[in-house]
């Protein structure tokens, strides 16, 4: 861990030294496609299983998705914020806080606590999130995406900086197989990330993979279960679902998010059927 240049740094949660032994910056693109979550979801969860912390800025896309995957995986997360710590940009991101710090997770800001955030407080806060972390990881990125600047402070930092290859015909893998060419480490698993993070691997059945902290999260709130029964009836999408549930399609979308990592439903043909 490098601590970044900061004059002061404010915290919510739980802050201990030995959750920074193995923590991964994960970043990538706000606009993230199938492609992207899917590699999240690969990834993210053998990761945390194997005691890996995931560092990420909380921001939806591959940022949100990475906080979500680790949580389904009973794992360690910390997001640093562009803001200040009073401060969520949207309805989906105070829920995400809310579960960071209900799982024993931690939200770091080094704003005051009512600061808005700004174009510039972004980019700014990617040095903590780097400095905070032994490695970066890189999910999608543009040839312009604020993700490349955590990428190379990783580089100024000496520190192991490791990219996904994309699809050669998506604008979003151009940033990462940019990376890639300049001294990255391409990485296809959770294996290649914990060798170089210098952690041994350790093999699960698929039964261990289910996430008991999403599925106590989901009985407690008891709209996993309201979700299954609907599920189990018949397919639906998303808006269908809101529709017989009564809620809004986005909340809907991320409670789904979260039961698809932890392997209770399955998305097939834009459909969500139960598992």
């Not at 799982?103 to 009512?114: A, H, I, M, P, T």
């Not at 999408?237 to 998010?257: H, I």
Request: charge should be positive; hydrophobic fraction near 40%; aromatic fraction near 4%.
């Amino acid at each position: 861990m490098v601590t970044p240049e900061v004059k002061k740094l404010y915290y919510r949660g739980n802050w201990h030294k030995r959750d920074f032994k193995h923590a991964l910056a994960v970043v990538g693109s706000r606009r993230m496609t199938s492609y992207g979550k899917g590699v999240v979801e690969k990834l993210i969860p053998p990761l945390a299983r194997a005691g890996v912390t995931i560092v990420s800025g909380m921001m939806y896309g591959v940022d949100a998705c990475a906080h979500l995957a680790c949580l389904a995986a009973g794992g360690k997360t910390v997001a640093v914020l562009g803001s200040g710590l009073d401060v969520t940009d949207s309805e989906e991101s105070g829920r995400l806080y809310s579960q960071i710090l209900q799982s024993g997770g931690l939200v770091l800001s080094e704003y005051e606590r009512d600061s808005q955030p700004a174009l510039w407080t972004y980019p700014q806060r990617n040095r903590i999130v780097a400095g905070l972390s032994g490695a970066v990881l890189v999910i999608e990125g543009g040839e312009k995406s604020g993700t490349l600047i955590t990428a190379k402070l990783g580089f100024k930092q000496k520190k192991p900086v490791m990219a996904v290859p994309g699809p050669i015909t998506s604008s979003n893998s151009l940033g990462v197989n940019w990376l890639i060419k300049n001294g990255a480490v391409a990485v296809t698993s959770a294996e290649e990330v914990l060798a170089e993070l210098g952690i041994k691997s350790h093999s699960r059945s698929e039964k261990e993979l289910t996430s008991k902290v999403a599925l106590d999260s989901l009985e407690v709130e008891g709209l996993g279960k309201r979700i299954l029964a609907e599920l189990n009836r018949e397919p639906l999408e998303v808006d269908e679902l809101a529709r017989k549930l009564g809620m809004d399609v986005v909340s809907l979308g991320q409670k789904l998010s979260l039961m698809e990592i932890a392997g209770l439903v399955k998305e097939q043909d834009g459909k969500y059927t139960s598992k």
